[in-house]
T-cell receptor, first 115, second 116 residues
């Protein structure tokens, strides 16, 4: 079993739809939970991160972490064609822990938002 | 401009011929890391470095070597490449000041390696 599981999709939605992307994990040491976005032929870039549990909102994007269920989500409201990309969840441990410095990524979900 | 650069961007080589992929960052970041990206497997960490002369294995270190002699550079060495190392490779860097985890990583443009 992989430490981080992510549904690879692909996911195709119409413009304006609400998109939900999810990852599950098994390592209780993870404390940092990130979402990276990767456009075609580019390196990933950080979209959002959350430390420990809770929600975080940034414009049309909301990240949620449920540590009790080992489940994280990224919601995109009012999706736009420019949101079309691969979305990767990533996780890391805290300083002093065994997972500090190591980033574990999910497989990535390919999202297409069509006009 | 703050950036991570990798060279070469594309490389086709033959089995067993040693090669080095260079990585350099101009952001004075303490942390650097190498990843490989394969279809269906996502990004997998090869090696990372918390600072100069400090390196550690990621999830898939077999067949790779790294060194961190200077803060800005983190080359990836394949001493005897094999076809299963055909992949897209990314270098990344991050600040870890004040004990922060390297959650915000800045990635290079990628190096596409083909080993025949």
């Amino acid at each position: 079993q992989k430490e981080v599981e992510q549904d690879p999709g692909p996911l195709s939605v119409p413009e304006g739809a609400i998109v939900s992307l999810n990852c599950t994990y098994s390592n209780s040491a993870f404390q940092y939970f990130m979402w990276y976005r990767q456009y075609s032929r580019k390196g990933p870039e950080l979209l959002m991160y959350t430390y420990s549990s809770g929600n975080k909102e940034d414009g049309r994007f909301t990240a949620q972490v449920d540590k009790s269920s080992k489940y994280i989500s990224l919601f995109i409201r009012d999706s736009q064609p420019s949101d079309s990309a691969t979305y990767l969840c990533a996780m890391s441990g805290d300083a002093g822990g065994t997972s500090y410095g190591k980033l574990t990524f999910g497989q990535g979900t390919i999202l297409t938002v069509h006009p | 401009e703050a950036q991570v650069t990798q060279n070469p961007r594309y490389l086709i080589t033959v089995t067993g011929k040693k090669l080095t992929v260079t990585c350099s960052q101009n952001m004075n970041h303490e942390y650097m890391s190498w990843y490989r990206q394969d279809p269906g497997l996502g990004l997998r960490q090869i090696y990372y470095s918390m600072n100069v002369e400090v390196t550690d294995k990621g999830d898939v270190p077999e067949g790779y070597k790294v060194s961190r002699k200077e803060k800005r550079n983190f080359p990836l060495i394949l001493e005897s490449p094999s076809p299963n190392q055909t992949s897209l490779y990314f270098c990344a860097s991050s600040s870890t000041l004040f004990g922060l985890a390297p959650y915000e990583q800045y990635f290079g443009p990628g190096t596409r390696l083909t080993v025949t």
